[in-house]
T-cell receptor, first 108, second 114 residues
Framework: GQQVMQIPQYQHVQEGEDFTTYCNSS?????IQWYKQRPGGHPVFLIQLVKSGEVKKQKRLTFQFGEAKKNSSLHITATQTTDVGTYFCAGGADGLTFGKGTHLIIQP | ETGVTQTPRHLVMGMTNKKSLKCEQHLGHNAMYWYKQSAKKPLELMFV???????ENNSVPSRFSPECPNSSHLFLHLHTLQPEDSALYLC?????????????FGDGTRLSIL
């Protein structure tokens, strides 16, 4: 079946450092979505990428969709304590499959 | 205000109890979902309803029984659960049952099985 793999599982950074999480699929995806889940909270939709090679930005967050539509990345520039949480990618062809998520831990 | 409301927020039950989780969405969406979230595991899709019809059931044990009386409400009926069923149960909705639609999640029900 369809698998969406996400690395790393955990990432510790100092506040102000950059952070990147990567998402890879075993199959071609029709789209990729990114969600953020704060500690004790629920996943919140951040963005969706649909086109091959697409790049979208939200303030300090940059999202990329690979040319082959099998991988994606989320990059945060100059992390802040409010960025703490778990970032999930989710993609699919005939159904949405979530990755395991990357837990971002920020040390002040 | 998430637009998707789940009750109760916390539930502790014994293995022989019967209880129900409730989800209500105020977004006018046509699709609703139940997910299970355990530590160290990805979000596991359990059930999908589109226009009140079940469209997906991912090999979920029969001790979990969903019900969708209308497009705004979704229930998960629980009976004779096992300790490994302790988890966060999340409800979500989307405009349509399509991989291109973002999903809106509720706050979840934290379930503990004694």
């Amino acid at each position: 079946g369809q698998q969406v793999m996400q690395i790393p599982q955990y990432q510790h950074v100092q506040e102000g450092e950059d952070f990147t999480t990567y998402c890879n699929s075993s199959t071609t995806l029709s789209n990729i979505q990114w969600y953020k889940q704060r500690p004790g909270g629920h996943p919140v939709f951040l963005i969706q990428l649909v086109k091959s090679g697409e790049v979208k930005k939200q303030k300090r967050l940059t999202f990329q969709f690979g040319e082959a539509k099998k991988n994606s990345s989320l990059h945060i520039t100059a992390t802040q304590t409010t960025d703490v949480g778990t970032y999930f990618c989710a993609g699919g062809a005939d159904g949405l499959t979530f990755g395991k998520g990357t837990h971002l831990i920020i040390q002040p | 205000e998430t637009g998707v409301t789940q009750t109760p927020r916390h539930l502790v039950m014994g293995m022989t109890n019967k209880k129900s989780l409730k989800c209500e969405q105020h977004l006018g969406h046509n699709a609703m979902y139940w997910y299970k979230q355990s530590a160290k595991k990805p979000l596991e899709l359990m059930f999908v309803y589109s226009l009140e019809e079940r469209v997906e059931n991912n090999s979920v044990p029969s001790r979990f029984s969903p019900e969708c009386p209308n497009s705004s409400h979704l229930f998960l009926h629980l009976h004779t659960l096992q300790p490994e069923d302790s988890a966060l149960y999340l409800c979500a909705s989307s405009q349509d049952w399509s991989v291109n639609q973002p999903q809106h999640f509720g706050d979840g029900t934290r379930l503990s099985i004694l």
